[in-house]
């Protein structure tokens, strides 16, 4: 509307048609100036109209690419008068969705703004995309989320959090039952801050359904962490683009999905950066070497070691193993989890379900998983599967010999082979089942009449045994021994 304006005949304007919406008796729901270059002095002149009656009623304000700057301060006065005008009026303002992103905020905008998001209450969507926003500004808007108990989606993309502004956002959004949506992508929220966002999402939010946190510089260990909060949330949505996994990390991340049975929800990663092994202090050593100094010696070493990439030159990564608990496995099962509980896996396992010997599910629901992280390429982990399967089912089967029917029904549901009434998601493949139950069938405490009654189920072609037929044949060869 103002492009191509001069700026003393843009004030004017907004003025008369504010003036004429407030004459006319006019009340609004919404209100949409967005993509008008209007600048500070454009707020100064509808803030009149924010003010009046004619807005007590408004549900949704979308001010996007306004050119706002500091105006974004007389916009949050605004809005807090309108409230308190509105609530003397016995009619409160009940603002359910702001937008306001590509408008130069910053922080002290956004201090502002944060003050009059407390005093509404009311919000159900925050867009405050591409403002310039770092920590500080994004630590006051954390902190006013609490108050809007029913936010469903908050939108901070391309604004500069950091660590600090995202551990503040952790904590905030743990309060938030109904957010749905996340948008904190280009925001550098490294990988620590996407450790306490993975936090607080294991045990909260549980409505949320995407997740964007493209290009903030996420390590893979940080990645698997938020994959592994997403457990039992009805996710649509996660970008992890353009952030620091690696090729292996893209694989843990992909494997940890596909566990869940939710990889679809994962979008592109062709922008991934690989695998950032070096600090960010190491990078800034060797930004300012002046070029004098670096060829103060006049030589040039032509050494075919050295230019050879990762051999001299990048240290190789030290293969630690990373300790688990059976809950944290139990979450998110994978081989390396397994390993990770320690020695005494089997022990601990046991431990876990010494007060549940009588659960036919959840006895049989451990074991799966248990199976599923097979690895025919990995000697160890093939031992810690069976130790622990010895665990879980050699006293279990002992103890409920009168229950054989119902450990099989149990079984072939979560395998997929039967139906359930009950809504139980069957395993995807069955690799690791197959193969896990050769070795249980030739134990001593595998009951005769189990092994009889599975053998039928598993010659019987099934479209999910189609798929593994090798792991098939090997527990069908077990079988007939």
Known sequence: MFTGRLRSEIPPALRSLGGAIIKSGARLVELDLSDNAFGPDGVKAFKELLTSTACYSLQELRLNN?????????????LIECHK????????????????????????????????????????EIAMFQNGINHEGITALAESLVYNKNLKVINLNDNTFTAKGAISMAKSIEHLDKLEVINFGDCLVKSEGAEALADTLKNGVPALKELYLAFGEINSLAAVKIV??????????????????GEDGIEEVKGTLEAADQLDILGSLSDDEGDDEEDDDDDDEYEDVDEDEEDEEGTTIKDPALEVKGTAIIPKKENTQVSYTVEEFLTFPTADKLLGIGNDRAD????????????????IKVFMNVAIVMDSKRPKVIEAIHECTDAILGQFLKDNDTKMDVVLN??????????SEDKIKPIADLSGILVTLAYV????????????????????????LNRCVEARDQLLSALYT
């Open 66 to 78: 306004n050119g706002l700057g500091l105006g974004g301060k007389i916009l949050a006065e605004a």
């Open 85 to 124: 005008l509105s609530t003397q009026a016995g009619k409160p303002l009940e603002l359910k969705v702001f937008i306001c992103g590509r408008n130069r905020l910053e922080n002290p905008c956004a201090i502002a703004l944060a003050k009059a998001f407390k005093t509404l209450k009311s919000l159900e």
């Open 228 to 245: 592994e909060s997403l457990y039992g949330k009805a996710m649509e949505k996660l970008d992890f683009n353009g952030n620091c996994l």
């Open 348 to 363: 601990k396992f046991s431990n876990h379900l010494k007060d549940k010997q009588s659960d036919v599910e959840s006895v």
């Open 410 to 419: 149990t079984i072939l549901v979560h395998m997929g082979l039967i139906k």
């Open 441 to 464: 069938c030739k134990q001593e405490y595998f009951p005769v009449k189990l092994k009889n009654i599975l053998t039928v189920f598993i010659a019987k072609p099934h479209p999910a």
